[in-house]
């Protein structure tokens, strides 16, 4: 119901999701308060109110996230209805960290293109968006144009991307610096709910480091560095790409604090000593006023930090 805009842009963009769209659409009434029952992990990953796995146990069916077991015994989450996989959530950022989507474009002897992992998200009705701020785009490869296709809150379509240079000269190349030789990277220009990440041209490259070319998303501080191995070695990439991060930043709904706070009913920010916060006129989150600690979806959620401020809280 929140998204109803970005639905009708959905159809033209993701036909196959459309039945599982719309299914979303018939089961969106707020709820309130997390049922007893619901469970509060998934594996060992903790799930805190306004989300929830299991029906009827986030605050809405947007809210619920699937909760998977594989043949090794090894807990996955995701966003409902896509296949980003969640790592852990913040409630009290707003963020959640989830694995990081790559492109990837090899060459073995012929040239073979091995299938791209996710290179798309539709985080369409969830309350997840691409962060502009904690990611940045990465193109790594000897003369790779890699392209970012967004769209936005506001349902405009954006492109971008950068382009890493074709590496004539081993020497030149220095670990940890994406010089835009060899690596490039952009930052990502708004929060967006639909991300693409493809190249531009699938040309094989001339020069001898022509194994791969990765496109993708990283977060922004700087954990992931290039290396000049990756250029010439495909394993020691994916060996650090294992733990590639991007991060999801998410709200409540798409409504202001100011909008927001006119129907108590389904105000979020329940708990006493909460505060409503604007995310870009795309929606708000709530968090803890500063000196109190916990949840402020939940009533009584957020605890001073001291024990003065607890005694205060109690009140
Ligand atoms: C928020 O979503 C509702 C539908 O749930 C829609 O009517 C409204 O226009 C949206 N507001 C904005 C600012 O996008
Ligand atoms: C989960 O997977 C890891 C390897 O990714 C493995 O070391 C671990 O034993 C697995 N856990 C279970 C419970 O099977
Ligand atoms: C306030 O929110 C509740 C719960 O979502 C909804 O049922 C009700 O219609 C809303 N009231 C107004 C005046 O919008």
Request: net charge neutral; with cysteine.
């Amino acid at each position: 119901m929140n998204f109803l805009v970005l639905f009708k842009l959905t159809v033209l963009t993701l036909a196959p999701l459309l039945p599982l769209l719309l299914a979303s659409l018939t089961s969106s009434v707020a709820q309130l308060v997390q049922p007893p029952w619901c469970p509060t992990h998934c594996g060992d990953m903790k799930v805190d109110f306004p989300f929830g796995v299991g029906e009827g146990c986030g605050r809405s069916e947007h809210f619920q996230l699937d909760c998977e077991k594989n043949d090794l015994g090894n807990f996955s989450m995701f966003v409902r209805y896509t296949r980003v996989e969640v790592l852990s959530i913040s409630i009290s950022e707003g963020r959640a960290r989830v694995k990081s989507p790559v492109y990837r474009l090899c060459y073995r002897g012929i040239p073979t293109i091995i299938k791209p992992n996710l290179p798309e998200a539709n985080l369409g009705y969830s309350p997840f968006w691409l962060s502009s701020n904690a990611n940045k785009f990465m193109v790594i490869g000897s003369g790779g144009l890699g392209g970012l296709g967004l769209i936005t809150g506001t349902m405009s379509k954006i492109k971008s991307g950068c382009m890493a240079w074709e590496v004539f000269d081993q020497e030149i190349l220095v670990d940890s610096l994406c010089s835009g030789i060899g690596c490039c990277e952009n930052i990502i220009p708004y929060p967006s709910k639909y991300f693409q990440i493809y190249f531009y041209e699938n040309s094989l490259p001339a020069s001898v480091f022509n194994t791969c070319r990765y496109a993708m998303l990283v977060e922004a501080n700087n954990i992931f560095k290039f290396r000049t191995s990756y250029l010439i070695s495909p394993e020691s990439f994916e060996k650090d790409a294992i733990s590639l991060l991007a991060v999801l930043d998410w709200t409540i709904s798409n409504d202001t604090c100011n909008i927001a706070q006119q129907n108590m009913t389904s105000y979020a920010c329940v708990s006493s000593h909460s505060k409503c916060i604007d995310y870009n006129n795309l929606g708000y989150h709530c968090s803890c006023v500063q000196g109190y600690q916990g949840n402020p979806y939940v009533p009584s959620g957020c605890q001073g930090t001291s024990n003065m401020c607890q005694s205060l809280s109690l009140n």
